[in-house]
């Protein structure tokens, strides 16, 4: 069986009060659910200004 390695850009609105890491780990989690996936892993978080 083949392993590939994906790279995804996710751009997210959030409330500024809101931690964007733990929004990243939400994120992180719901991809571990899909079939098939073996880790997945938040490498950077950027906040742009408004």
């Known amino acids: ?4 390695d ?3 850009k996710v ?3 959030h409330d500024p009060a809101e931690n964007p890491e733990h929004i990243g780990d ?3 989690r719901h991809v571990l659910k ?3 996936v073996r ?3 938040l490498s ?3 906040t ?3």
């Open 1 to 4: 069986m083949s392993r590939t």
């Open 6 to 8: 994906l790279f995804f």
């Open 11 to 13: 751009e997210v609105e």
């Open 26 to 28: 939400e994120i992180r």
């Open 34 to 36: 899909l079939y098939g």
């Open 39 to 41: 880790e997945v892993e």
């Open 44 to 46: 950077n978080v950027t």
């Open 48 to 50: 742009q200004p408004e």
